[in-house]
């Protein structure tokens, strides 16, 4: 018995696809065809994949060509299916010509012309075409602008800014003025929004008004009544409006969370993290400081994610303790803010102008997680515990600091209209609530 085998991701199978399959099937008389899981694929840069791992599977098997279907999930598990199922010919489309030359060592490997005129990637585009406009003053416009095109669908449709020297050459060639910002809104279906958030909510309302989605960098507003109006609004003119939070979006990220809520450390009692940049005080002009984010913007909302997806956001009490810039009493160069939760507390350290260890600590009954720094460019974390030998290490890849794998699920959620998973609501009220209140100087000493 001659044993062929195949692999792919097979999203919306189509007739390439089965013009494949049916080929490799006459190669032999027993085919298997292997399936990328959803994780294999996306550590091949393939991120926005539609169907899921079963809904792909029910497709190869409906197609009745398959004698066996398993799940590929590693690099290098060729060699190993290959060794372990006594594989004669491993065979793929003629796009993959030579890259699998070195499977000659174990089988046959055949490349079979590869069907012209049709790709799952062209059917993906055909329907998913949201035009994003970009709105703002930040060097992340241009990153957002490149990760987008790793995501299928996303058109840039043009990009609005009160402050050029933010951007990059480029974009500072294509730039409109924000006065022209509702005509930026009228070209688009989305919007994503990085301009200072005391502008946030002039900019969200307006684009909402004209029925456009909108990613806003978290805090969507500083004002907890104008982020509920602006919800409100969301509801009514049935738009999204979704936190820009690249952290929540890594996997090392949301796997440290789920390790944590399932009592791998115990019981959590303290969540402390730390993040500090220099950077953008030290490359501006004065001009520049209107733009410029102040710490509790700049890295509050990124600071605040794991303590309220961990402990949630029903805390007793808590203390702002901030240190303001000289004649600029919105600019806070640093400050904490502690919590005290009925069986935990947590604190945030942000600093725009102060400079400290950027990590992630969290600490439990049983042992601890520990986030080095960058902590929120999360791709690697440590469970340890007493006994060192215990201790487990994680690493997850993370490709364009998370940007990508948000973009993809925000069109992702704009096509079947649901919510935003990665930040729930209530963390998204409790980061405004928060923000608010260094505003309002509620609970709040400056030092
Ligand atoms: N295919 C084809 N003609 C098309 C489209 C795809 O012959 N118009 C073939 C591909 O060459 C591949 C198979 O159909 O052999 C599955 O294609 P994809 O779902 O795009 O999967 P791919 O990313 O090519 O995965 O590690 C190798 C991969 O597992 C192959």
């Given at each position: 018995m001659i044993k062929v085998i195949t692999?792919?991701?097979?999203?919306?199978?189509?007739?390439?696809?089965?013009?494949l399959l049916q080929r490799a099937k006459a190669l032999g008389d027993y085919l298997i065809v292997g399936v990328t899981a959803d994780?294999?694929?996306?550590?091949?840069?393939?991120?926005?994949?539609?169907?899921?791992?079963?809904?792909?599977?029910?497709?190869?098997?409906a197609t009745g060509l398959a004698d066996e279907i398993i799940v590929e999930e590693y690099e290098g598990q060729k060699i190993d299916d290959i060794r372990r199922y006594g594989v004669d010919i491993f065979t793929v489309g003629s796009d993959w010509k030579g890259h699998f030359d070195y499977l000659n060592e174990y089988c046959r490997v055949v490349y079979l012309d590869r069907t012209q005129g049709i790709s799952s990637t062209d059917l993906r585009a055909r329907e998913h075409h949201l035009r994003l406009g970009l709105v703002g003053e930040s060097p992340i416009l241009s990153k957002v602008e490149r990760e987008s095109g790793y995501v299928n669908g996303i058109d840039i449709s043009g990009i609005c800014t009160s402050n050029k020297r933010m951007l990059s050459a480029t974009q500072q060639a294509k730039a409109m003025p924000m006065s022209r910002l509702d005509e930026l809104i009228s070209q688009s279906d989305a919007l994503f929004i990085i301009s200072n958030p005391r502008q946030h909510y002039d900019h969200v309302r307006r684009a909402l008004?004209?029925?456009?989605?909108?990613?806003?960098e978290s805090p969507i507003t500083i004002d907890s009544q104008q982020l509920d109006e602006l919800k409100r609004l969301a509801q009514k003119k049935h738009c999204l409006l979704a936190d820009s939070l690249k952290t929540a979006y890594s996997l090392a990220f949301s796997r440290l969370i789920l390790l944590a809520k399932s009592g791998t450390i115990g019981q959590v009692v303290s969540v402390d993290a730390t993040c500090t940049s220099m950077t953008n005080l030290e490359m501006s002009e004065e001009g520049d400081l209107e733009y410029l984010w102040n710490s509790i913007g700049a890295w509050g909302p990124t600071a605040l994610l794991p303590i309220f997806q961990l402990?949630?956001?029903?805390?007793?009490?808590?203390?702002?303790?901030?240190?303001?810039m000289a004649n600029r009493p919105d600019f806070d160069l640093f400050t904490k803010i502690s919590f005290v939760y009925?069986?935990?507390?947590?604190?945030?350290?942000?600093?725009?102008?102060?400079?400290?260890?950027?990590?992630?600590?969290?600490?439990?009954?049983?042992?601890?997680?520990?986030?080095?720094?960058?902590?929120?460019?999360?791709?690697?974390?440590?469970?340890?515990?007493?006994?060192?030998?215990?201790?487990?290490?994680?690493?997850?890849?993370?490709?364009?600091?998370?940007?990508?794998?948000?973009?993809?699920?925000?069109?992702?959620?704009?096509?079947?209209?649901?919510?935003?998973?990665?930040?729930?609501?209530?963390?998204?009220?409790?980061?405004v609530d928060v923000v608010s209140d260094f505003y309002q100087r509620r609970d709040t000493v400056i030092i």
């Open positions: 692999y792919g991701t097979y999203d919306r199978l189509h007739y390439g696809h089965l013009n994780s294999f694929d996306v550590a091949r840069g393939k991120i926005n994949v539609d169907q899921s791992l079963m809904e792909r599977i029910e497709a190869i098997r008004e004209q029925g456009r989605h909108v990613l806003c402990l949630g956001t029903d805390y007793n009490s808590k203390l702002i303790t901030t240190h303001l009925p069986h935990a507390v947590a604190s945030i350290k942000v600093g725009q102008g102060v400079k400290s260890e950027g990590e992630l600590v969290i600490s439990g009954t049983k042992g601890y997680i520990y986030v080095p720094a960058p902590w929120w460019k999360t791709d690697y974390f440590e469970v340890r515990y007493e006994d060192p030998a215990n201790n487990r290490r994680y690493f997850y890849q993370l490709d364009g600091e998370g940007l990508r794998y948000m973009l993809a699920s925000f069109v992702r959620n704009v096509q079947t209209g649901k919510p935003n998973a990665y930040v729930e609501p209530s963390v998204s009220d409790a980061i």
